[in-house]
């Protein structure tokens, strides 16, 4: 069981940052990514729809023996987690909520908070209430910016339409006078240094890959799940191929790599 992969899954390719800060974290550890490319983005979808796609994915990430399950995906975090560890038994489930929370909980004390993502993670308010729940002293501001996935899935990065895309979000006064702001999507971090530059790095963003890596990291320690071989391997599946997808997909994960099509069972 220690050597079996771990099974990481998200609505596109934006979860390879996240399978990226593992691979880096845990070189040892293989991995299993499914994208759900055929019904992304998850964050415009009803939270039911949600759910049915990740217990599907989830279902097939057991069958292929993987030892935890990541869902990489704050919009299926924020809705489907509850449904995910229904199924998935003894094998551990971790979200890219929890960790981002702790975190916060741990560095942030009575700070000025923004929080931006797709429509389903905003909408559900689950960061707001869990850290609120910690430390009412917290002040929290969220703000949908659901152009910026597609954005980033399209490659305009550093350039002036991401540029522009990003200042109006930021110039939102939802977020005037925050300190600290979370990158509740994982498309987030490959845009981290533009926001920092819009902030004049003044604000701490806060980057959920590294954060959720080093959490599971130390999850997998002490529940001694780590790998034992020295040898790793890497499988990445998606619902709908595309050639554009892959080249996008090496960007993300920043190594070449294959993308397998495979049909999930209904």
Do not use: W
Not at 129 to 156: C, D, R, Y
Request: with cysteine; net charge negative; aromatic share 10%.
């Amino acid at each position: 069981m220690k050597n079996a992969s771990i099974g990481i899954f998200d609505s596109g390719i934006g979860g390879l940052t996240i399978a990226h800060s593992i691979k880096e974290k845990m070189p040892n550890e293989s991995i299993i990514y499914f994208g759900d490319t055929k019904h992304l983005p998850y964050g415009e979808k009803s939270n039911s729809a949600i759910q049915d796609f990740s217990e599907s994915i989830t279902k097939f990430l057991l069958q292929q023996n993987c030892k935890a399950i990541v869902i990489a995906c704050n919009s299926a975090s924020s809705v489907a987690y509850k449904k995910v560890k229904e199924i998935t038994g003894s094998v551990p489930v971790f979200n890219v909520i929890d960790p981002v929370v702790n975190y916060v909980n741990k560095n942030c004390n009575n700070c000025n908070i923004g929080i931006i993502g797709t429509k389903a993670t905003i909408q559900s308010n689950i960061y707001s209430e869990k850290i609120i729940e910690n430390n009412k002293n917290q002040k929290v501001h969220s703000l949908a910016t659901p152009l910026l996935a597609p954005m980033i899935e399209e490659g305009f990065i550093n350039e002036e339409i991401s540029r522009t895309i990003i200042q109006n979000y930021l110039k939102n006064p939802i977020l005037e006078n925050i300190d600290s702001l979370i990158l509740a999507c994982t498309h987030y971090p490959l845009i981290q240094e533009e926001i920092q530059q819009y902030y004049n790095n003044n604000i701490n963003v806060i980057d959920s890959a590294n954060i959720v890596a080093n959490y599971i990291n130390e999850k997998l320690e002490s529940l001694n799940l780590h790998s034992e071989t020295k040898h790793a391997d890497y499988h990445f599946y998606v619902s709908n191929y595309t050639s554009s997808f892959e080249k996008s997909a090496q960007f993300f994960f920043q190594e070449n790599i294959k993308l397998e099509e495979i049909t999930l069972p209904q």
